[in-house]
């Protein structure tokens, strides 16, 4: 009796570990899957994924739970996603800070942002808006400039932290535009928020969503955008490429990863279900109106842009000399 079940046992082993891509890809997902975000709840990066995670739960017909993992800039939830059984099972929120910064500005990353992950797609892109104290003289990039380099040293900008890409964004400014102002960082937004409000620091690179009810009260006062071309929902802002610093683009993108290893036919699902999620209505009723722009791209278009993204970066974190808090 014992041999007779035996037999069947071990086929259906075999079977199981033969079955093609495609029918493993038509079984999943078998679970819930897990969304590693790399930041607490609460912030725009967690409204992102929180978003996608919601509508791809609808599409995959299984609960997409989110699993904030905030610390070592981002690090430790990235290295959790590597090292997930690359099942389609535990997917990483990839953005700017992890996948192309971190690698230029962390000398033991425990992670490679290229090695160790199957891109799915680059899902969104939010601009930064360089906003400005009311306190300061500048009603455009031109006036910030020549104010600037008037006052050499006196004029502050404030971050979430050395490395962080607004950090960056206006080092790369500094460096295009040729003036020079201290660099304060913050240990969060919320710490920082109230001394903007009141002056004691005086400029930025934000996010829209961040920024626009202190703009429409008159708290901030707007000088750019860093995209390559003007916003949908704030056409009267000029970029900064166009107001003499040609080719300047900044901002924050997030996208899908799966750990190195996972079936390309689910690689090849999840990014179909990505793809539908981004075109739904519902989502574009979220986004939108907060200058969420919704891409959508195939995996290799995606793995690509994070090469682009890693040397642009290294290139700034080199120039300034930034270091790790």
Same mark, same amino acid.
């Given at each position: ?20 891509q495609?029918?493993y890809a ?6 819930p899957v ?25 599409q995959?017909?299984e609960?997409?739970?989110?699993d ?7 690090s430790?939830?990235?290295e ?16 700017t800070?992890q996948?192309?910064?971190n ?10 942002p ?7 797609s ?13 306190s300061?003289?500048a ?6 400039v ?10 502050n900008?404030w971050?979430?932290?050395n490395?962080?890409a607004?950090?960056?964004s ?20 919320g710490?920082?928020?109230p ?7 005086h400029?930025?690179f934000?996010?829209? !969503?961040? =920024?626009?009810?202190?703009?429409? &009260?008159? @708290?901030?006062? /707007?000088?750019? #955008? ?19 610093v040609?080719?300047?683009? !900044?901002? =924050?993108?997030?996208?899908?990863? &799966?750990? @190195?290893?996972? /079936?390309?036919? #689910? ?13 739904s ?8 109106p ?6 959508g ?29």
């Open positions: 009796m014992i041999k007779a079940i035996a037999r069947p046992l071990w086929m259906s082993c075999c079977a199981i570990a033969l079955l093609p495609g029918g038509q079984t999943y997902p078998s679970k897990r969304l590693l975000i790399p930041y607490p709840p609460g912030g725009a990066s967690d409204f992102v994924g929180r978003t996608i995670a919601a509508k791809l739960g609808e995959l017909r609960q997409v739970v989110i904030n993992r905030g610390g070592g800039g981002g430790i939830a990235i959790i996603a590597a090292k997930a059984t690359p099942d389609g099972h535990t997917l990483g929120f990839a953005m800070a996948f192309a910064i690698p230029a500005l962390y000398p033991k990353l425990p992670y490679d290229v090695r160790d992950f199957a891109p799915i680059l899902m969104t892109r939010s601009p930064y808006l360089l906003v400005v104290h009311p300061v003289a009603k455009s990039l031109a006036d910030l020549a104010v600037a380099k008037a006052k050499p040293g006196e004029l900008h971050s979430t932290g490395g962080s607004p950090h960056l206006m080092e790369m400014l500094k460096t295009a535009t040729g003036v020079n102002m201290v660099h304060v960082p913050y240990k969060g937004a710490l920082a928020w001394d903007f409000l009141s002056g004691r620091v400029m930025t934000a996010t829209f !969503s961040s =920024t626009s009810p202190h703009i429409r &009260a008159n @708290r901030l006062r /707007p000088l750019g #955008v860093s995209s390559p071309s003007r916003m949908k929902v704030f056409p009267e802002l000029p970029t900064i490429a166009e107001q003499g040609p080719g300047y683009e !900044s901002g =924050t993108w997030h996208g899908l990863v &799966a750990p @190195r290893g996972t /079936p390309p036919a #689910v690689v090849k699902r999840l990014h179909a279900e990505v793809v539908k999620v981004l075109q209505p519902d989502v574009m009723e979220k986004f939108t907060v200058a969420i722009e919704m891409i791209s195939t995996p290799q278009v995606f793995g690509a842009y994070i090469g682009t993204e890693i040397t642009k970066w290294a290139g700034v974190v080199k120039r300034s000399g930034a270091k790790i808090d």
